[in-house]
């Protein structure tokens, strides 16, 4: 997971644009209310929880028409905790 984390400069420069393909990332909120209740806490938790939101947004950001929703209410299973996210997203999608 470490190379994913910090690979944020190689996905903007590198990876190819989608042009305006409609894209949406739908991610959890970063920074969890009680770090301590995953058994992970400091700094370093915290540094992690802030890149892999950064990589969210540059992969949202591959189109002109991309979008990033953050699930406030989410953990690592989106799709079952804020399912309306999901068919929000698929509404907007197809509503173009």
Same mark, same amino acid.
Not at 60 to 81: F, M, N, P, Q, Y
């Given at each position: 997971?470490? /190379?994913? @984390?910090?690979?944020?400069?190689?996905?903007?420069?590198?990876?190819? +644009? %989608?042009?305006?393909?409609?894209?949406? #990332? !739908?991610?959890?909120?970063?920074?969890?209310?009680?770090?301590?209740?995953?058994?992970?806490?400091?700094?370093?938790?915290? /540094?992690? @929880?802030?890149?892999?939101?950064?990589?969210?947004?540059?992969?949202? +950001? %591959?189109?002109?028409?991309?979008?990033? #929703? !953050?699930?406030?209410?989410?953990?690592?299973?989106?799709?079952?905790?804020?399912?309306?996210?999901?068919?929000?997203?698929?509404?907007?999608?197809?509503?173009?």
């Amino acid at each position: 997971m470490h /190379a994913l @984390l910090t690979a944020g400069p190689v996905v903007r420069e590198h990876a190819p +644009g %989608l042009g305006d393909l409609p894209r949406t #990332v !739908i991610t959890r909120a970063a920074y969890q209310p009680d770090p301590a209740a995953s058994g992970r806490t400091g700094a370093g938790t915290a /540094a992690a @929880l802030k890149l892999w939101a950064d990589r969210q947004a540059d992969l949202a +950001g %591959l189109s002109t028409r991309g979008t990033l #929703v !953050i699930a406030e209410h989410a953990g690592h299973h989106v799709h079952s905790d804020e399912p309306e996210q999901i068919i929000r997203a698929v509404r907007q999608i197809i509503a173009g």
